[in-house]
């Protein structure tokens, strides 16, 4: 499908750091897709409508938010919202429903006492209201337990699924009926306090991932290897240890990350200018203020890349720097010809986490455009890392000999090499608003020359039209359907693949203005035509990450 013309009541382009913002006015609500829904336990059939290609054979397994509320208490972020998991079970081009909500303790407290009573990034838990004063002034000079809410993605260890936030704790869950299998903490196997929830895969399943620790002397980050598979049948994560640690510039002040990227080689650290002021974070209870008030844009830093070493854990002393930019999400990343080429997803803002409270995403009429419209956009871009820098290196010229790219990188002192980026889309993208929840062939492509990525365009707070670039040429190829709002797009190879991007995209679309407008979208990866939807009789709210488990 050729890129459509997107209409919208009003519209008024203006330059923000480089990138064209296209300012709109008279935004749709999207007030129904936040918005506690009902669990579906028990498997359901769908409408399918067109053709579901007889060649897919699994689970579409989706993760995110489904309740906001208990008794008289609310979330506050959209984060924060009880993890709900969707299994779109496509067999002989039929479909399959059923959702659950992640049977974790955070859940489990809340129903029993019909209140919020765990704190979540956005949202303090306000003391028992059942103690007597004393007892509730004592209770503000406690650490905040850490969530379990998993509510962000499926992960894989040792061939097992998890569903997995960024908190130390992750559950472990049969993908056949959605069922919790076992509450799993990182802290009983590692020195860490925490881990993304988007490792990295070796093709042997070796998982790589980041996590932070905390001691006396403030924090550090962590590089996490876990090995392939298991010693014994109730493994999870006994193997895994710390590949390396890298200090924070300032340790009481470490960035957050949502992320990180890898290529054949190397672990690609992002130290951005997001940042977790920890003694605000340690004190949060006792000033009655949530978690994601420690957390900060500091424009005045730049943006700094570690390279670490896969094999040997060992920490490169050059360090490559930008401008201030910020990314939740990565594409790439690929050694060529003595380069790392970082594909990523960037803004030049850092303060679009704090944008996603549930009062924002709610708003209608003006309120809702002035949301969206102070938002700064998110680009995909490359940067160009020269792996081979020495003493004899020169400083001041571009290193990037690389004829096709525009990106450079100059050599500034001993271990440090300033990066400007080059975009990796055309001036197109702009109308479709930026591009987020980016999505390979990760199966071939990880860590390997590539040509093509999905993932959604955000002229609204969320995804509201699908995204296929092509690297050759910086062509876009488009779904969009007024009033229809995708989720991130995952992509299954077909069974006879030869080009990368034979196969099939993935994605759940919602609607705001029908109810139970839900359905699974179909679309051919290679020309970008729907070849078919399965609609759900149910609602669904708009959730987070997902992946595709293929059938034996």
Not at 172 to 190: H, Q
Not at 215 to 237: F, Q
Request: with cysteine; glycine share 6%.
């Amino acid at each position: 499908m050729s890129p459509v013309r997107l209409d919208s009541p009003g519209e008024v382009k203006c330059a923000n750091s480089g990138n064209v913002n296209t300012v709109l006015k008279g935004l749709e609500t999207i007030a129904p897709l936040v918005r506690s829904v009902d669990e579906t336990p028990q498997p359901i059939p769908t409408k399918v409508q067109g053709i579901i290609p007889s060649w897919i054979n699994g689970k579409f397994l989706r993760n995110g938010p489904g309740k906001f509320e208990f008794g008289n208490t609310h979330y506050n972020h959209w984060f924060d919202g009880m993890a709900m998991l969707h299994q779109f079970r496509i067999e002989k081009g039929q479909v399959m429903y059923m959702s659950r909500f992640l049977q974790s303790t955070t859940f489990m407290k809340n129903s029993e006492r019909d209140r919020i009573v765990m704190s979540e990034f956005g949202t303090l838990a306000m003391p028992d209201p059942c103690k007597n004063f004393f007892q509730r002034f004592l209770s503000r000079f406690e650490m905040i337990e850490p969530t379990d809410n998993a509510s962000v993605s499926f992960v894989k260890y040792k061939g097992d699924y998890y569903v997995s936030t960024e908190t130390n704790f992750m559950h472990r869950v049969n993908p056949e009926n959605l069922e919790s299998l076992e509450k799993v903490d990182w802290t009983k196997f590692i020195a860490v306090n925490g881990a993304t929830a988007h490792p990295h895969y070796d093709p042997d399943g070796t998982t790589y991932n980041m996590g932070n620790s905390y001691g006396s002397k403030g924090a550090s980050y962590n590089i996490i290897k876990v090995p392939p598979e298991k010693k014994e049948s109730k493994d999870t994560l006994q193997g895994a240890k710390i590949l390396c640690s890298i200090m924070p510039a300032n340790r009481s002040h470490p960035s957050y990350y949502h992320s990180f990227a890898m290529s054949e080689n190397y672990v690609v650290f992002i130290e951005q200018p997001i940042k977790m002021d920890l003694l605000k974070i340690l004190t949060c209870k006792l000033r009655g203020k949530a978690l994601c008030e420690g957390i900060y844009w500091d424009p005045k830093l730049e943006t700094v890349f570690h390279l670490v070493d896969k094999s040997t854990g060992e920490v490169s002393s050059v360090k490559y720097h930008t401008k201030a930019i910020s990314t939740f999400h990565q594409i790439n990343a690929f050694e060529e010809d003595g380069f790392l080429m970082l594909d990523m997803c960037c803004s030049d803002d850092g303060q679009a986490i704090n944008n996603y409270l549930i009062q924002n995403l709610r708003k209608s009429g003006e309120a809702l455009d002035q949301v969206y419209n102070t938002l700064s956009r998110v680009y995909p871009r490359r940067f160009v890392l020269p792996l081979h820098v020495t003493s004899d290196t020169p400083e001041g010229q571009n290193l990037n000999t690389r004829p096709s790219s525009t990106a450079s990188c100059v050599k500034i002192s001993k271990d440090k090499v300033f990066c400007q980026h080059e975009d990796l889309h055309g001036d197109d993208l702009h109308e479709y608003g930026g591009l987020e929840f980016p999505q390979i062939n990760y199966g071939r492509c990880n860590t390997q020359t590539y040509r093509y990525f999905y993932g959604c365009g955000f002229r609204h707070l969320i995804g509201d039209s699908l995204l296929k670039m092509d690297l050759n040429d910086k062509t876009l190829k488009v779904w969009y359907q007024k009033g229809f709002y995708p989720s991130e797009p995952v992509f299954v190879l077909s069974p006879d693949a030869v080009d990368e991007d034979d196969g099939v995209i993935l994605s759940v679309v919602l609607t705001p203005s029908q109810d139970k407008g839900t359905f699974l979208l179909v679309l051919d990866a290679k020309t970008f035509e729907e070849l078919g939807r399965a609609y759900v009789p149910v609602n669904i709210a708009y959730g987070f990450h997902g992946t595709f488990s293929a059938s034996a």
